[in-house]
């Protein structure tokens, strides 16, 4: 095995522990070419202007007011959960995804391969899905999606699962890695190759591979991915360009590391487009169009950088250690006590090589609503959780994830505020939905109602 194959060490184990622990549209009156101030609802202060057929929208203001914004019902349309886990499907394990489809809830957790329905009042229907090495059972599921009001797909590395909720169907198919020549890497004892990173409308999907990250010199380097549409039947269809997605550190014996406050790249897909944004001392998101794999939105917003000083890296630290902490809870036993010593000498070692990030970012996650509305997870500013890196732990009771609401048009209207203590996972054009845990750690899943005046 080459150097730039080799990453079992506990320093390069806690380079990916760590990102865990922290991690539009543009219209204008003038042409191509051409420049406009634009004045909305609420005063919004915006320009927009064409570029090499690229719709750029630079926002300096927000568009809401107090009577225009958006905000939450006073109270959740239900609760899901239960202390003992005796309400029927809600016996939830430690981390809980939850997503909307249509006005129903899908619920599934770290520990079950399953997809638990539940209808528009917060009533278990039924499960898709089970755990097993059939053509349609799942023994991880990756990554997953709902498409529409009855469509679930799950990725489950060698094959990808469909669900039918309104027929009970459920069929298969192998990804298959595209047809293009592609750097991957083997890390953590796992061959990381092509990743399925979302779903279109149509049913065809973006698959990224996963370079090493290491640069052949030592220093800073910004890995990019390649983003390639592939239809299920196998077909490839074509290149979504190559974007940036994390920075690391290379040190001089060819360790690799995350800096204090890592840049992540974030991607999400919607209707037929894909968004990327890569944003620490800036703020800006750009969407391209999975037809023709072209950029043709660029949205950015007028937020000063903010420059990393001493106390929130003091922060930051408090906050990944309460992450490790609880990934050794959870692992109980299955976690020798001189591999947890291994593990937090690497990274006192790591930490004291680490460079110091200069800015933090500003763009922590991106949600695209159907609506073409785009939401963008902002940084807790205290820097004591990251809303959208939520694999461990949840948010704390006093604080809340805030976003950044982006119309279609690519005007900033304002933020929208999610309730304290709520681990948001998905949004949608009518719901927040998420989960949050009470004194004695067990979760309950919430749906709220978006009021829009």
Known sequence: MTR??????????????????????GCGAEGAGGAAAAGGAGGTDATVRDSAGIRIVENRDSAWTEATRWRLAESPDFVIGSFDGSA???????????????????????TSPGFRVFDETGTFVEQLGRRGEGPTEIQYAIEWDVLGTDTIVVWALSKTVVFDAASGEASSYAPGAPPVEADTFEGLGADFQWMVRGWFRDGSYVMMNNPDPRGDEPGLATQ??????????????GSLGAWAMQRYFTTPDGELMAPTFPTVGHVATSGMHLWHAFADSAFEVRRIDARSGAVDRLVRLSTPP????????????????????????????QMPAEMLAEM????????AQQPDARYAPLVVGLRPLPSGHLLVDLP?????????????????????????????????????????????????????VGYRKDEFDVPYVERWRIVRP
């Open 344 to 351: 937090q000498r690497g990274m006192e070692e790591m930490r």
């Open 224 to 237: 990019y991915l390649l983003a390639e549409r592939m239809r299920p039947e196998g077909e490839h269809v």
């Open 4 to 25: 730039r194959a080799r990453h079992t060490t506990t320093r390069a184990l806690a380079a990916f522990v760590l990102p865990l622990a922290v991690a539009v549209a």
């Open 88 to 110: 029927p499907g809600t016996d939830f394990g430690d981390v809980v995804q939850a997503r909307a489809m249509g006005d129903r809830v899908v619920v599934t957790d770290m």
């Open 306 to 333: 903010t420059e990393v000083d001493d106390a929130m890296v003091v922060r930051m630290r408090e906050f990944e250690d309460r992450q490790i902490e609880r990934v050794m809870e959870q692992m109980g036993d």
């Open 380 to 432: 807790d500013w205290e820097w004591r959780f990251q809303p959208t890196q939520l694999m461990i732990g949840e948010i704390p009771a006093d604080m809340r994830a805030t976003f950044a609401v982006i119309d279609p048009d690519g005007r900033w209207l304002g933020t929208l505020e999610a309730p304290y203590g709520l681990a948001v996972t998905d949004v949608t054009d009518d719901y927040v």
